[in-house]
């Protein structure tokens, strides 16, 4: 038989006895603190520490796949035995630890992550890191600058930017945030825990987040702007609105785990109102499955919508998962919103400022004042992979324009719909409808292309 104790109201220090065994001496404290430096002189990284309250919260530096180490600092004198479990390196003095890594090979990759294990490290009294501190991800990049799709001008200004996924201005464009996906949450989440950080020329970084938990992209990123202040971000349980002047986070809006979750969230700055779509999965007669969406619209979150319309998508599932995700894309002459048909294909409606209504093929990935572009799936009849289907509709056109099939997966990356095959890209040429081989405008090897859509990013090596 085990026993428990607990103690309530102790003191720093208590030594219980019990019985004939040696007196135990119980301490509290707080856990070791550890900060994590890079050692290449100059060489720009990003240390992004969890926030302990999030279970699980995550500990990650982003660097170059040049460093070499990484240096361990630690808040107590140490225990500098090496034991089996620790990382491989060495002790600099009684609180620093410089973990070797491991060679930069990239496997043509852009980025690639390890992890370094800290649980085996002791303070000479005993002390460790806490659970959320037990490992360091360490997630290594292959530096490049990240130029626009169509110009190959330089996006951004910071020297972070290389570790940056995606790159988001506000709306006046004195300021971006920049995003970096840092690991996946335990269990079958569809998310990432991400880093977000505000630039702005000649100030240091500001760390809005450096580990949160979000599933919702808008436009592929987890971020959006509202205005020039505020930003807005969500999971599929709470949608929070960031203030960059207060520096305060608040929740606009929640939900509880039997309403189901958010399925997207879109501002429509132009509107003033915010998009919602909620989702909840519901089983069919053939056991499958089903993920039901509704589509909510709100001039302010904080009071009830001013139009709701239930069951506006269903989407079927795999595995449990779901196929897609719906989009709402509000734009100046109206909005597009991706709903699905009844053999469950995405369709877009879209409906003008003056109530014109148009039904369009597939999903909607880009908009502006002149394009529109969407992909549906489509079985590659040779491999059994599913891929994309390109069709591009001109606003004041009669009919959408079915491209070619791609000779690879596509990528939309602003106005410009990009496949890629084995590390090779191609581009669309509208004026030919086809798809031709692209080196890119500066000739630099292309590392990536950007999740985001809203403004075509590749990332060029350097």
Known sequence: MGAVLRFTGMDNVVT?????????????????????????????????????????????????????HLTLSFSEEMDQAIVNGMPKGEWLDSRRYRVELADGLMGGNERVENSVSLIDFRSIRGNYTAVYDWNLGVHRVQPGVWRDVGTGEKIGWS???????????????????????????DGDGDGYYYGIV??????????????????????????????????????????????????????????????????SVTYDRHAGQHHVMTH??????????????????????????????????VIGTSNGYMSYRMT???????????????????????????????VLPGQVYYVDDKLVLLLENYLL?????????????????????????PPGSVRIAGNQPIAVRDEEYYRYDYQNNEWQRWANVIGERILTISPQTSIGMYKAAR
Do not use: C
Not at 159 to 180: L, Q
Not at 290 to 308: D, G, R
């Open 198 to 263: 505000l630039e702005e020329r000649g100030q240091a970084p500001r760390f809005i987040e450096t580990s949160v938990y979000l599933n919702i992209l808008q436009q592929g990123s987890p971020v959006q702007w509202i205005d020039n202040d505020r930003i807005l971000y969500a999971d599929y349980r709470t949608i929070y609105e960031y203030s960059i002047s207060t520096g305060e986070r608040r929740i606009l809006l929640e939900r509880n785990g039997d309403e189901g979750g958010y399925h």
């Open 381 to 405: 009849q040779s491999d059994g992979q599913v891929d994309h289907k390109l069709w591009i509709w001109n606003y004041g056109g009669t009919e959408p324009i079915e491209a070619p099939l």
């Open 280 to 313: 909840k999965y519901e089983e069919t007669q053939d056991h499958k499955g089903q993920v039901v969406v509704n589509t909510y619209v709100y001039e302010e979150l904080a009071k009830p919508a001013i139009s709701e319309h239930l069951r506006s998508a």
């Open 328 to 358: 709402v894309y509000p734009v100046q002459s109206g909005t597009f919103h991706t709903t699905t048909q009844g053999d469950g294909r995405p369709i877009t409606h879209y409906e003008s400022q003056t109530g014109r209504k148009r």
């Open 159 to 185: 020297p972070r930017d290389t570790f940056y996924e995606t790159i988001i201005y506000s709306p006046d464009r004195n300021r971006y945030i920049g995003t970096a996906a840092i690991g996946r949450p």
């Open 16 to 68: 219980v006895t019990i019985g004939d065994i040696p007196p135990i001496r119980i301490m509290k404290t707080e856990p070791l603190q550890l900060t994590v430096e890079t050692t290449r002189f100059n060489n720009e990284s990003i240390v992004l520490a969890g926030n302990p309250e999030q279970n699980p919260a995550l500990r990650a530096v982003v660097v170059s796949n040049l460093e070499t």
